[in-house]
């Protein structure tokens, strides 16, 4: 373990408690939790409820829980789907897509605003950090 990991992994946990706990960077939350916003920010109209569940790995249960809550909210709706009447496809309403674009602007502006002060060698070394983890969690 090298000599750094303990500050390293402390500044990992700030960040993520100022994201997730104390809301400092994300304040267009509504009712969601981080969560079920990602997933209306990452939203595909159209899809199953089967495909999403595949696509982002979550337990039947889990992922049901998830959209029926975007659901019950307004932000998705069910349709039947075009090619195959026995199924239901998933989509976002108006109310859906407009809180979307909301989130993506809001998520654009922070990551730009955090990134703004790096120099090239800040940028070159946390993108180096990113790809090994993200690397090692795709395995």
Known sequence: MGQYNKHIVKAIQVLLDNFII??????????????QMYVLMQW??????TD?????????????????KLIENKYLK????KDDK???????TDLGLAYSNKIKKHYDIEV???L???TINDEKGILKFLTRINNKVNL
């Not at 595909?44 to 409820?49: A, H, I, R, S």
């Not at 069910?78 to 789907?81: G, P, S, T």
């Not at 026995?86 to 976002?92: E, L, P, T, V």
Request: with cysteine.
């Open 44 to 49: 595909e109209d159209g899809v199953t409820l």
């Open 116 to 118: 703004s002060e790096l």
């Open 86 to 92: 026995r199924m239901k496809s998933i989509c976002r």
């Open 112 to 114: 730009e605003r955090l």
């Open 78 to 81: 069910k349709e039947v789907c």
């Open 22 to 35: 104390y809301n400092k960077f994300f304040d267009v939350r509504n009712n969601l939790t981080y969560e």
């Open 52 to 68: 999403f569940l595949s696509d982002y790995g979550y337990s039947r249960s889990a992922g049901i829980q998830i959209v029926d």
